[in-house]
């Protein structure tokens, strides 16, 4: 089956740095998303990014998917982007295909 | 936020008991999923539905079974509760599958004793 790897499994970074998170996947997908876990555990819907590039606020994503990666920047981070950020790339056809989820990119942001 | 109220928060259970979780959306969406998540395995999805009536398996289905009579429920059923159930049970809706975002839940933490 297809296999997705998030890089870096973790990371530390100080109040008002930028960070660049990638999603590698190892077959041709037909889209990605990308989620917020909060330290509470909800998780939230980032992007929802099949190709190109989106931005919301502090935060943009780029889907590469002939090259089969995406990353996720963060700028200017804040306490409140601490958590878990996921992807999940679509495998199968139609609207029933299955999401894949890394494993994560755990942050940490220091005040 | 999406609409999507899940019950109870949290639970404890014994082994060999059944016990049912459920998922309401207020969104009027399509198509709903279960999921767990466990340290070491990430998000892995049990079963879904694409419509009322209309379920398919996931990944991990054995142990539990659903049902969605209506379109705002759906139901997950542990038929015999076991340890290695224990862990956090998220929904999920979208409006067209896999080819939308999709939107969670805030999650069921189930114990079994």
């Known amino acids: 089956g297809i296999q997705v790897e998030q890089s870096p499994p973790d990371l530390i970074l100080q109040e008002g740095a930028n960070s660049t998170l990638r999603c590698n996947f190892s077959d041709s997908v037909n889209n990605l998303q990308w989620f917020h876990q909060n330290p509470w555990g909800q998780l939230i819907n980032l992007f929802y990014i099949p190709s190109g590039t989106k931005q919301n606020g502090r935060l943009s994503a780029t889907t590469v998917a002939t090259e089969r990666y995406s990353l996720l920047y963060i700028s200017s981070s804040q306490t409140t982007d601490s958590g878990v950020y996921f992807c999940?790339?679509?495998?199968?056809?139609?609207?029933?295909?299955?999401?894949?989820f890394g494993q994560g990119t755990t942050l940490q942001v220091k005040p | 936020d999406a609409g999507i109220t899940q019950s109870p928060r949290h639970k404890v259970t014994e082994t060999g008991t059944p016990v049912t979780l459920r998922c309401h959306q207020t969104?009027?969406?399509?198509?709903m999923y279960w999921y767990r998540q466990d340290p070491g395995h990430g998000l892995r999805l049990i079963h879904y539905?694409?419509?009322?009536?209309?379920?398919d398996k996931g990944e991990v289905s054995d142990g539990y079974s659903v049902s969605r009579s209506k379109t705002e429920d759906f139901l997950l059923t542990l038929e015999s509760a076991t340890s290695s159930q224990t862990s956090v049970y998220f929904c999920?809706?979208?409006?067209?599958?896999?080819?939308?975002?999709?939107?969670f839940g805030n999650g069921t933490r189930l114990t079994v004793t």
């Open positions: 539905s694409y419509g009322v009536k209309d379920t």
């Open positions: 969104e009027n969406h399509r198509y």
């Open positions: 999920a809706i979208s409006s067209q599958g896999t080819n939308s975002p999709l939107h």
């Open positions: 999940a790339v679509k495998y199968g056809s139609g609207n029933t295909g299955k999401l894949i």
